[in-house]
């Protein structure tokens, strides 16, 4: 019988799960599992409070995103333990991970974009609004719900899927597959138009661009929830199609535009697609001093 020879180091196993259908079928498994269990509470807080309010109810749409956050966690902690390392990394001295102040741009970047582009549409003279009563308790839960919401869809796509596709692929093929999975996720949104589609695969790969240089999804998270929250409950506008049904400004009359589509918002523009891309533009030039993120190494 014919001896092994056991000073040749076998070559690494690509593990399975890391292969582009298996990460894109755990993904889909976790958002809709996820949004199974986030339902439960829903129901719940329907049973408990019948007469609550439409806009305590809308919140609701936000909070249910819960499931998949707990689920998307509770995977990575048992099966991907260097990516559920990078979702808690603190990135004291310098190094890539989530700080306070990683968020705290988020929250800027995310509300600086959104509001150019409503500023855009303002003045020329696309939308028309009008004030409201300003609720700070209720504000404070719909950005808590927004946040819950906005971080779910970061967990799954920028931190679970591009982390397990990295491990195997170039980052381009990470960056592109979660981006386009993103985008085809909203293709049931209200008035979805191939503009539109092209604004959140935009989006999508901008923040993979936050991850794959910052190695921060508390940024990704942060840029995300603004973005949703100043449109949806500040301005009273469309959040991919879905209007709240309560904020501080309402619209009071738009018109389709480069700036402005009256089903589907700021988001259905070329204005957002071109901001987006600056925003992209301004994490690459940004980034490149400081080197991309390697989560298998970074984060051990």
């Not at 690494?12 to 799960?17: A, I, N």
């Not at 799954?156 to 386009?180: E, S």
């Not at 500040?234 to 709240?244: A, D, E, K, T």
């Amino acid at each position: 019988m014919e001896e092994k020879d056991l000073s040749v180091p076998a070559k690494p196993v690509k593990l399975k799960r890391h292969f582009i259908l298996a990460v894109i079928a755990i993904t889909l498994l976790l958002i809709f599992v996820g949004s199974a269990i986030g339902e439960l509470p829903v129901i719940l807080l329907q049973k408990l409070f019948p007469n609550m309010s439409g806009g305590s109810a809308f919140l609701l749409q936000y909070l249910s995103f819960i499931g998949v956050d707990i689920l998307v966690l509770a995977y990575c902690a048992l099966f991907e333990k260097d990516i559920f390392r990078s979702f808690l990394h603190p990135g004291q001295g310098g190094s890539p991970g989530n700080t306070g102040k990683h968020f705290a741009l988020g929250l800027l970047i995310g509300f600086g974009m959104n509001a150019l582009c409503i500023l855009l549409a303002w003045l020329h003279g696309d939308i028309h609004f009008y004030a409201g009563r300003f609720q700070l308790l209720y504000m404070l839960c719909a950005l808590v719900c927004v946040c819950i919401q906005s971080g779910a869809e970061e967990l799954v796509t920028r931190g679970y899927m591009m982390g397990a596709l990295q491990k195997r692929y170039p980052v381009w093929v990470a960056i592109a597959t979660n981006a386009l999975l993103f985008g085809a996720l909203h293709l049931t949104n209200p008035g979805i138009t191939v503009l539109s589609f092209l604004n959140i695969v935009a989006i999508a790969v901008a923040l993979s661009l936050v991850m794959y240089y910052f190695g921060s999804i508390w940024m990704c998270i942060a840029v995300h929830t603004a973005w949703n929250f100043t449109q949806n409950f500040l301005f009273g506008l469309p959040n991919s199609g879905i209007v709240s049904e309560s904020s501080f400004l309402h619209l009071e009359a738009a018109k389709d535009s480069l700036f402005y589509d009256v089903v589907f918002g700021i988001e259905g523009t070329l204005s957002s697609v071109i901001v987006i891309a600056l925003f992209a533009v301004g994490v690459v030039l940004v980034g490149r001093k400081k080197g991309p993120v390697n989560i298998t190494k970074d984060f051990c």
